[in-house]
């Protein structure tokens, strides 16, 4: 299954989404601020990435910004809000993708399959799924 | 003896809004993303497991989790600043914020309606129809706290 890097600071939506997710069958890596999501983006090498946007250390914007700079991992930014500015300043910051919280999560799956199906998932990770 | 004073009339003071509901929505919206997800979470554990013991207390909790969210959107959307030419409209003074459902009887059929929708939709729906609409909807506010 595809592996999914989940960027999250509060410690109650880490552990609630990735669950959620995991019993989806996703595997999930998970970092808590910026620079390790910066990081694990490059040592986890996940196929799609969900990045909250306020994070410790490094923001959103300025991880997805890094991780794009050397990589093409699809980018869901997740933030709290539901504001216009939002999605411009994730989009400009290089992500493929916006959801708003509290997560919708038949709505954000959709996202993940639309963008893992335009990504191509190397064979052995397919063959492994 | 206190005696009992009667306060002199004193307007709030003039503060600027710009950025306070979007400070507050994400403060309300963070718990209450918790509420939801861990319900949700939860209701599909249950399920799951065919115990219907608790699933329907679970699917109210859900139900109750969407409504609140519903209401703050709702009501956030009717304060936000209003800006003209770097002036900040400021909100009505606080006597007058009156629930609004207690000038509007149609709006108190409409939660009820609402509450009802969502009391009876399927773990699986999605609760209620937002997203795209959102972000139009909070257009031209200042702030951009997540």
């Given at each position: 299954?595809?592996?999914?890097?989940?960027?999250?600071?509060?410690?109650m939506n880490?552990?609630?989404?990735?669950?959620?997710?995991?019993?989806?069958?996703y595997?999930?890596?998970l970092?808590?601020?910026?620079?390790e999501?910066?990081?694990?983006?490059?040592?986890?090498?996940p196929?799609?990435?969900?990045?909250?946007?306020?994070?410790p250390?490094?923001?959103?914007?300025?991880?997805?910004?890094?991780?794009?700079a050397?990589?093409?991992?699809?980018?869901?930014?997740?933030t709290?809000?539901?504001?216009?500015?939002?999605?411009?300043?994730?989009?400009?910051?290089?992500?493929?993708d916006?959801d708003?919280?509290?997560?919708?999560?038949?709505?954000?799956?959709?996202?993940?399959?639309a963008?893992?199906a335009?990504?191509?998932?190397?064979?052995?990770?397919?063959?492994?799924? | 003896?206190?005696?009992?004073?009667?306060?002199p009339?004193?307007?709030?003071?003039?503060v600027?809004?710009?950025?306070?509901p979007?400070?507050?929505?994400?403060?309300?919206?963070?718990p209450?993303?918790h509420?939801?997800?861990?319900?949700?979470?939860?209701?599909?554990?249950?399920?799951?497991?065919?115990d219907d013991?608790?699933?329907?207390?679970?699917?109210?909790?859900?139900?109750?989790?969407w409504?609140?969210?519903q209401?703050?959107?709702?009501?956030?959307?009717?304060?936000?600043?209003?800006v003209?030419?770097?002036?900040?409209?400021?909100?009505p003074?606080p006597?007058?914020?009156?629930?609004?459902?207690?000038?509007?009887?149609s709006?108190?059929?409409?939660?009820?309606?609402?509450f009802?929708?969502?009391?009876?939709?399927?773990?699986d729906t999605?609760l209620?129809?937002?997203?795209?609409?959102?972000?139009?909807?909070?257009?031209?506010?200042?702030?951009?706290?997540?």
């Amino acid at each position: 299954m595809p592996k999914i890097l989940l960027v999250e600071d509060n410690e109650m939506n880490r552990d609630m989404l990735s669950r959620r997710l995991e019993r989806r069958g996703y595997v999930l890596a998970l970092a808590c601020d910026g620079e390790e999501g910066v990081g694990k983006a490059s040592s986890e090498a996940p196929d799609l990435i969900l990045m909250d946007m306020s994070l410790p250390l490094l923001d959103g914007w300025e991880a997805t910004r890094r991780i794009k700079a050397v990589s093409s991992t699809p980018v869901i930014a997740l933030t709290a809000h539901a504001m216009a500015g939002d999605r411009e300043k994730a989009m400009e910051a290089g992500c493929d993708d916006y959801d708003t919280k509290p997560i919708e999560l038949p709505r954000l799956i959709g996202k993940i399959e639309a963008l893992l199906a335009r990504a191509v998932i190397p064979a052995d990770k397919q063959e492994a799924s | 003896m206190i005696e009992s004073v009667d306060a002199p009339a004193v307007d709030p003071p003039a503060v600027p809004f710009i950025g306070v509901p979007a400070a507050l929505m994400h403060d309300l919206r963070t718990p209450l993303g918790h509420i939801i997800g861990y319900s949700e979470l939860m209701i599909e554990q249950a399920t799951e497991a065919g115990d219907d013991k608790y699933l329907r207390h679970l699917q109210k909790m859900r139900a109750a989790g969407w409504l609140m969210l519903q209401l703050l959107d709702d009501r956030f959307r009717s304060i936000r600043p209003v800006v003209v030419s770097a002036m900040v409209v400021p909100l009505p003074k606080p006597a007058l914020l009156k629930p609004w459902w207690m000038n509007d009887p149609s709006a108190a059929v409409s939660l009820t309606d609402a509450f009802r929708r969502v009391s009876t939709t399927p773990p699986d729906t999605h609760l209620p129809a937002r997203g795209e609409g959102d972000v139009q909807s909070w257009e031209g506010e200042g702030g951009s706290v997540d």
